[in-house]
């Protein structure tokens, strides 16, 4: 099947500082990426849908200016938290689409501190 | 907004007993796909149902969807330790074309 790799794998960083996260599909193009978030014994929240060469499309209640998504070419979708809080903790999760099927990045696990 | 619930969330079984998680959609998928994650890892993807009414076999592992295409289920015959974790349904919705993930059912075998 199709492969997704994220990177990095985890992060450690102190409040108030902004990380990237990238995510790529290795083995096929993708027009559409999806940006979940889960927390701890939680399901996947849909965060935001990256669209090759255009806007994000967020989810409700999900600060655009606060996680900066952008989706350069049809393999690349990076997540940007800014300013990051201790509140931005997560599990940060990317898919990307190849018909019908959604294949899963390995995940990345912020830590704020 | 629209919701997909699993039930059970918990189960607890001793292994080679059976287990059945129930997916339920308050909108009609055009398709459903179920996944699998273990505890620190990322969902991995085990079928995709498009069919109503589709049945499908994974060796141990029954997907059945339902008629009005909007709830599934996954039974595992037997269950065997390596089959903890926490199983989703996720699915595209119909109307809206989002990705919806269910709420999860995390498993548990005792050995």
């Known amino acids: 099947g199709a492969v997704v790799s994220q990177h990095p794998s985890w992060v450690i960083c102190k409040s108030g500082t902004s990380v990237k996260i990238e995510c790529r599909s290795l083995d096929f193009q993708a027009t559409t990426m999806f940006w979940y978030r889960q927390f701890p014994k939680q399901s996947l929240m849909l965060m935001a849908t990256?669209?090759?060469?255009?806007?994000?499309?967020?989810e409700q209640g999900v600060e655009k200016d606060k996680f900066l998504i952008n989706h350069a070419s049809l393999t690349l979708s990076t997540l940007t938290v800014t300013s990051a809080h201790p509140e931005d903790s997560s599990f940060y999760i990317c898919s990307a689409r190849e018909w019908e099927t959604q294949y899963f990045g390995p995940g990345t696990r912020l830590l704020v501190l | 907004g629209q919701q997909v619930m699993q039930i059970p969330q918990y189960q607890h079984v001793q292994e080679g007993e059976d287990f059945t998680t129930y997916c339920n959609s308050s909108t009609t998928l055009s398709n459903i796909q179920w996944y699998k994650q273990r505890p620190g890892g990322h969902p991995v993807f085990l079928i995709q149902l498009v069919k109503s009414g589709e049945v499908k076999k994974q060796k141990r592992l029954t997907f059945q969807f339902g008629e009005a295409k909007k709830n599934s289920s996954l039974h595992i015959t037997a269950t065997q330790t390596t089959d903890v974790g926490t199983y989703f349904c996720a699915g595209w919705d119909s109307g809206t074309y989002k990705y919806i993930f269910g709420t999860g059912t995390r498993l548990k075998v005792l050995a």
């Open positions: 990256s669209n090759e060469g255009s806007k994000a499309t967020y």
